[in-house]
């Protein structure tokens, strides 16, 4: 039967017994631990040690994050340490991530903050008993500073760290099993997004097939970015049509869902309904597919410049691409 697969991070040496401990722990619950001490993760031949970690992370359910008084040993051609690109590799796989902090290092991280605008001291010059590194407690701010799955809880032993993580767990379960309609509405969205995706290369192939003047072959390039966006899928799973052309039009989010969309804040996380319209999303989905919007809206506008196409002249072409 499978088990969730559990990414222990942290540096090691110092940290050892702790994620002894921790695995035990883990194996107790019937779930399985990864550790880089212990061959839980393929090393391949054919890549480094530290990038062999990093792949092993988006394979992993959930990351469990042990910042220590120990730095660690950076990661190879940069200024950062492989925990900490193991951290951003869960994020990038926008897994769940449990981030625990020795108290006394969340001591020192408090002295530091509070006289990094001492221009009496130089915070870099201090000494601080837990942390061998100011670098640490750059890695608590990058924590913290994002806007979901940010929290930090201080530990001082095995025991506090073992009873957080079970109450985090036992929380995770109760959700999962009180929303036994996720999995449904997982699946139709998943359904959906395979069906746009196929609609849209149809589309495309039919296009590139079609004459290839500079006009085609811009739109062609437009779909192929409308693919890499996130928010362009929620669209497409709300059936709101989309094209080139509304994207170049509509500015904002806003402006190119007209009232079908609206954020509901009792949704946590990045979250998004399929019932509507409107349509109801967390405040954090809204945020990101706000941005994403914006991001996405610059690219295409992007291309046509690069292809010195005026935007006008595309906007008013007889024989622009299909809504789908």
Known sequence: ???????????????????????????????????????????????????????????????????????????RGSESSVTNQEYKSAVKARIPIFALVERSVLDDYRVYK???????????????????????FDFIDEVQSEVVNNALVPFSDFEELQSYLKQQWAAMLYRFLTTEGEARRTADILEALGKANERIEFLTRRIVESVGDDLTK????????????????????????????????????????????????????????????????????????????????NELVSVLRHDKIPLSRYLSSTEGPPTV
């Open 1 to 75: 039967m499978p088990a969730p697969r559990i990414f222990i991070s942290s540096t090691c040496y110092d940290l050892r017994h702790i994620r002894e401990n921790l695995k035990f722990f883990i194996r107790s619950l019937g779930f399985e631990p990864i550790l880089s001490e212990d061959g839980a993760i393929f090393y391949d031949p054919q890549l480094h040690v530290q990038e062999a970690c990093l792949t092993e992370v988006p394979s992993c359910q959930i990351l469990v994050l042990i910042i220590g008084g120990k730095y660690g040993s950076l990661y």
């Open 114 to 136: 509070a006289n990094s605008g001492n221009r009496d001291v130089d915070p870099q010059a201090i000494r601080y008993p837990a942390a061998d590194s100011t670098k640490i």
């Open 218 to 297: 811009a739109t062609v390039k437009l779909y192929d970015i409308l693919l890499q966006f996130g928010v362009t899928h929620d669209f497409q799973m709300w059936r709101i049509p989309i094209s080139p052309q509304k994207f170049l039009v509509n500015k904002t989010i806003d402006e190119f869902c007209s009232g079908q969309i609206e954020v509901d804040e009792t949704l946590e996380g990045l979250t998004l309904t399929g019932g509507g319209p409107p349509y109801k999303m967390s405040k954090d989905q809204y945020k990101r597919d706000a941005e994403e919007y914006k991001t996405l809206r």
